[in-house]
Nanobody, 124 residues
């Protein structure tokens, strides 16, 4: 499996979690990102990090989530603060050779790779 997520869990509203994604075999030149899917909802690309550094965030998470990458360990992170019940979803790490930033807030296109997901559950 090329992308392996971890860090999900159950938290109360207002809490924090940090998701990690080890991107085996993906060079720093790939655009990386996180998308989520809640039950009965479309997939939503919530954040991206381009190979040259720029980040993008969906309006729904802007100011609360922070994406970052450690190229040495090939790990992508998503720091999630001030979590809300509506953030409850399965979160997936993704990688693509094209720029993904234009898709934030929307259903992502077909991606080069994605992981198996990690579940985030936020209770009120």
């Amino acid at each position: 499996v090329p992308l392996v997520e971890s860090g999900g869990g159950s938290v109360q509203s207002g809490g924090s979690l940090r998701l990690s994604c080890v991107a085996f075999g993906y060079a720093s030149r790939y655009c990386m990102g996180w998308f989520r899917q809640a039950p009965d909802k479309e997939r939503e690309l919530v954040s991206t990090l381009s190979s040259d550094g720029p980040t993008s965030y969906a309006d729904s998470v802007k100011g609360r989530f922070t994406i970052s990458r450690d190229n040495a360990s090939k790990t992508l992170y998503l720091e999630m603060n001030s979590l809300k019940p509506e953030d409850t979803a399965m979160y997936y790490c993704a990688a693509d050779q094209s720029y993904l930033g234009v898709w934030v807030g929307y259903k992502p296109p077909t991606l080069d790779a994605w992981g198996q997901g990690t579940l985030v559950a936020v209770s009120s």
